[in-house]
């Protein structure tokens, strides 16, 4: 019975074997079908290791070149450090063209910023100096109307900005005279506008 029984083991522990070498013998084809894709593989992946690893730290570079030029632009403003600012961080130097007192062009070059907020606060601030321009009786084209001024004005995305827009549009149509033309730019106001509550009273404006 015992004899019997080492029999049994054996022949349990050859077809483990056996199915072991089978194994293998199947992943041994795979490999060999697949080498290269496998290859191609591994590439890549350390590939994209090393990127990701060279980008953050040239990243990081960038970001330490970036302050030291805008801790120095403040001490004293240079070609070479504004140049420097730009090109590591071009946020940054827009963010540092804004705050300093911009001229109107600057100003049209921000409104082109990678950066949408900076994009849209110099936006609006250009067509806050036209209105400015308008309510003050300075128009820098006389063959131009009111109505032709606002419409070549650009648009804003926030939507905050855009109902203020309207509400001054409308203010500087009533100090020129049009009533009309001002209660149909307030109408565009949203009910639930915090500029709401002005654009009802200005409706009721009698010049």
């Known amino acids: 019975m015992s ?23 199947r992943f041994e084809i795979l490999l060999r079908r697949y080498r290269k894709s496998l290859i191609a593989l ?30 120095e632009i ?33 100003l049209q070059n921000l409104m082109r910023s990678q950066n949408e907020l900076i994009a849209q606060i110099a936006t609006y601030q250009s067509i806050q100096h036209t209105l400015d321009s308008l309510l003050g009786g300075i128009e820098s084209d006389k063959s131009q109307n009111i109505a032709e001024v606002f ?25 020129k005279g049009h009533t009309q033309e001002a209660k149909a730019k307030l109408m565009l106001l949203d009910e639930n506008s915090q500029f709401a509550r002005i654009g009802n009273s200005l409706r009721h404006y009698q010049r």
Not at 84 to 104: A, C, G, I, M, V
Request: no cysteine; glycine share 4%.
């Open 151 to 175: 419409a070549s004005l650009p648009s804003l995305k926030d939507k905050t900005l855009q109902q203020w827009l309207i509400l001054q549009e409308a203010t500087i149509l009533l100090q």
């Open 3 to 25: 004899v019997k029984n080492d029999l049994t083991q054996i022949k349990n522990e050859f077809n483990k074997d056996g199915q072991i070498l089978e194994s293998a013998f």
């Open 74 to 106: 403040l001490k004293g403003e240079t070609p070479e450090l504004l140049e420097s600012l730009r090109q590591n961080s071009p946020t940054l130097y827009d963010f540092y063209l804004y705050t300093h007192n911009p001229s109107e062009e600057t």
């Open 42 to 71: 591994l590439v890549l992946v350390i590939a994209g290791v090393v990127y990701i690893g060279v980008s953050g730290y040239l990243t990081q570079q960038r970001h330490t070149r970036a302050n030291e030029a805008y801790k």
